[in-house]
């Protein structure tokens, strides 16, 4: 007997349901990219090693996953370099690609090699799959999707204002309310000066950004497993506990941080994108949270996070302005800022709270019964013609019996069938029917399209 297929752990099949699902997730956020000016780009799903290497940590190089060379892969490699069993040094022989671990570094290699041809400021987004060599758990898989926007070129905060525009429209089309949470590494610097621990900065910020998951003190337990002084862990508690209107608070942190240059320059660059996106009347609420540091090596300027407010689940969206994007490849001083959509989570979101639109989910308008060679000429014709003005409509292939084309009808969840027997030829006409209501009427075949348009 044959084995049962499968498929790799981390990886997912999806339904016709739930593609319908997700390409009205990515459709919406393309459309409001689109909005805002950004450009559409597509990055190999594989890329050389010299490019991905190095760029995550040595964490990350570990979940690289490394794609073994074609033809015989083992020339050039000596005896005792096959039975050292070094698996990271072998690889590096017979692995020159891998697969993308992010859109990101693929992004920066690809204003590297287009520099020439881009308009800068250069806005671009990519919705592609990522790969990453992780053990696979709830939420968590090695085959996923990333929907990314990106600013390179410019230093404007305006940018940063426009990208929380995009993330307010993209909630307010899906109908998720939303927080979306904004700091700045510049400020988050000057919490570590003011607190005299500049050189623990890494240590603070990893542990404050796990307040909402283990509480004060299990952070205030964390930090000073890191070697801070219980002097500095009680100067901080203010300001991890600070609470007030976002003004509020960015007056309190500028008295707290008036001797540092660097946070200082953070709640001026903070409070520009926020009295800007006030005036801008945004439909969701903007919060400024001193507790969020999101991968602080990485960002230099305003970092963002958004959380559903009506579901118990992580971030869904992310982002940040970093310095020197292009740096690794040879090309320094070009900053940027972008934002990520977390597309599997918005797709938990959205199924939690029944948020989908039938019309995006259900593929099929109207499904034409068959009952013979005769009914389904008669049919064709007008099948193209709903066709052609938009109406999604298909007919049974086979003349099987009616109980088996209606339980084809329900199991594709198609709200209309059309039945066409001797009368309805005679007649010159069509008879609908509400698979909801079981309600049927007879419609002029001339009218059948003014009906579903």
Known sequence: MAQKPSIP?????????????????FNTIKEVYALYGFQQIETPAMENLSTLMGKYGEEGDKLLFKIQNSGDYFRGLTDEELLSRNAAKLASKFCEKGLRYDLTVPFARYVVMH???LALPFKRYQIQPVWRADRPQKGRYREFYQCDADVVGSDSLLNEVELMQIVDTVFTKFGVRVCIKINNRKILTGIAEMIGEADKIVDITVAIDKLDKIGIENVNAELAEAGISAHSIDKLQPIINLTGTNAEKLQTMREVLKDSETGLKGIEESEFILNTLAQLGLNNEVELDLTLARGLNYYTGAIFEVKALDVEIGSITGGGRYDNLTGIFGMPGLSGVGISFGADRIFDVLNQLDLYPKEAVNATQVLFVNFGEQEAAYSLPIISQLRKAGVRAE???DASKMKKQMSYANAKEIPFVAIIGETEMQEGKVTIKNMT???????AKEDIVSLFK
């Open 395 to 397: 007919i049974y292939p």
């Open 437 to 443: 209501t079981g309600e049927q009427q007879p419609v």
């Open 9 to 25: 752990k981390g990886t997912r099949d999806f339904s016709p349901v739930e593609m319908a699902k997700r390409n009205y997730i």
């Open 115 to 117: 520099r020439e041809e």
